[in-house]
């Protein structure tokens, strides 16, 4: 069983950064692969980076590659999202996500544990 609480989210203006961290519990987090996700009002939930357990592998949506890093330490148990160079459009809840097995990174229903959100918005 894996717990995950994000933290980090607000109001930035455009051109501007934010840093999430998602803090995870359990004994076994070095054991997961862990991805960032994202949802705005009114649309599915989608991809944004995925990291793999050792964080030698990392993966990201077209629209963030270039501006956002997913990193993790897992001495900390936690896994960071970097934003740098933000968008209006990438305002939306933004969650982190766990899964034991490897496959298709970008499915939403491959993760096993989900936080609970935290809500990021990008001013023009």
């Known amino acids: 069983q894996v717990q995950l609480v994000e933290s980090g989210g607000g109001l930035v203006q455009a051109g501007g950064s934010l840093r999430l961290s998602c803090a995870a519990s359990?004994?076994?987090?070095?054991?997961?692969?862990m991805a960032w996700f994202r949802q705005a009002p009114g649309k599915e939930r989608e991809f944004v980076a995925f990291i793999n357990w050792s964080g030698s592998n990392t993966y990201y949506a077209d629209s963030v590659k270039g501006r956002f890093t997913i990193s993790r330490d897992n001495a900390k148990n936690t896994v960071y999202l970097q934003m740098n160079s933000l968008k209006p459009e990438d305002t939306a809840v933004y969650y982190c996500?766990?899964?034991?097995?490897?496959?298709?990174?970008?499915?939403?229903?491959?993760?096993?544990?989900w936080g609970q959100g935290t809500q990021v918005t990008v001013s023009s």
């Open positions: 996500a766990a899964r034991s097995l490897m496959g298709d990174y970008r499915a939403v229903s491959r993760y096993d544990y």
């Open positions: 359990g004994r076994t987090f070095s054991s997961y692969h």
